[in-house]
């Protein structure tokens, strides 16, 4: 086991930063109670400008927690609820022949929003299913031969149930490979739960709303900074030993992607930076690693959390002193 030195010089203004995502803890752990280690995993999500696949049950706050991160960074919210007659175009947008100028005009798919919420996304076709591939690789979509750009900081909130399978398609690798991480948000405490029906019972429900902690512009900084945080050579090495070790494993069919392990080394330094820190340690390759994993190993067993379990602690990490 090899023994790291921690550095010395951090890059990133962790402490400036750190007190601008305050405020986004703070509002979004008053509208998602008693989830303060969810709320943390999705504000690295945010950071990392990945995308967030939620696999949990209804009513557990997920669309009020994408509403939450909308207000919070003054973007533009667009919901989706995914059936089987949704279309790609219902997604992406259209060209419509406008009579009177007779030109094509483009009417723009709620993708041209800050923050989608793609509700129940597997219960839609594969085909309209495959029209968020190229929004959430490339922040952009072709429409008629003719590429539309995106926002820069373009965050999918896709969820899924995962108890009624009636109707529903199962999301293609391909398409679980451009989630950063799978988070199951589960049911409340009961100290939580108590506390969401005084809320509920107040007369001055406004005051719930969450307001906006800072613009997209400096949310875009803070992520250009997360891709600045230090990563130790011998944390990549960890880290490709943890890809390979996937791709080895008797149990796993599909191991990490190339695309999978850059998305885990952002979310590390994203989480990083959220411990207030400008470098990455094993650890924070650790704590992401079951949501990374999670949304993109395919098993020969239905246990995949005993299988990331155990290829965890089958690969030894390198130690800071």
């Given amino acids: 086991m090899k023994l790291l030195k921690k550095p010395v010089d951090e890059l990133v203004d962790v402490e400036s930063v750190g007190e601008t995502l305050d405020g986004l803890r703070s509002q979004l752990n008053r509208v998602l109670l008693g989830k303060t280690e969810a709320v943390e995993l999705v504000i690295a999500c945010l950071l ?24 919070c960074v003054g973007g533009k919210l667009a919901r989706v609820q995914c059936t089987p007659d949704l279309l790609p175009s219902d997604v992406t947008g259209f060209n419509l022949f406008n009579q009177k ?55 999918v909130i896709a969820t899924q149930n995962p108890i009624d399978s009636h109707g529903a398609y199962p999301l293609p690798e391909a398409q679980l490979d451009r989630f950063t991480i799978k988070l199951k948000i589960g049911y409340p405490d009961r100290a939580s739960q108590i506390d969401i029906l005084e809320a509920a019972s107040r007369a001055d429900l406004s005051r719930q709303d969450s307001s906006a902690v800072f613009s997209l512009d400096e949310l875009a900084r803070i992520q250009e900074q997360v891709r600045t945080i230090t990563v130790h050579p011998r944390v990549r090495e960890y880290l490709v030993d ?50 990374v994993l999670s949304v993109r190993l395919l098993t020969t067993t239905d246990d995949v959390d005993g299988v990331i379990n155990r290829l965890l602690d089958a690969v030894p990490a390198p130690e800071y002193r």
Avoid: C
């Fill in 48 to 71: 990392a400008q990945g995308h967030l696949l939620m696999d949990d049950l209804p009513g557990t706050g997920k669309t009020t927690l994408a509403k939450a991160i909308a207000a």
């Fill in 101 to 155: 100028t007779r030109e094509f005009e483009f009417h723009a798919g709620p993708v041209f929003s800050d923050v989608l919420l793609a509700d129940e996304l597997n219960r839609t076709t594969p085909r309209t299913q495959s029209a968020l591939l190229e929004a959430m690789a490339e922040r952009q979509v072709t429409i008629d031969a003719v590429p539309y750009s995106l926002a820069k900081t373009f965050f």
């Fill in 242 to 291: 943890l890809v390979e070790a996937t791709r080895e494993d008797a149990a796993i069919e599909l191991g990490v992607s190339p695309r999978g392990m850059l998305l885990w080394q952002r979310i590390a330094q994203a989480w990083a930076l959220l411990q207030g820190r400008g470098f990455v340690t094993p650890s924070d390759v650790l704590h992401v690693a079951r949501p």
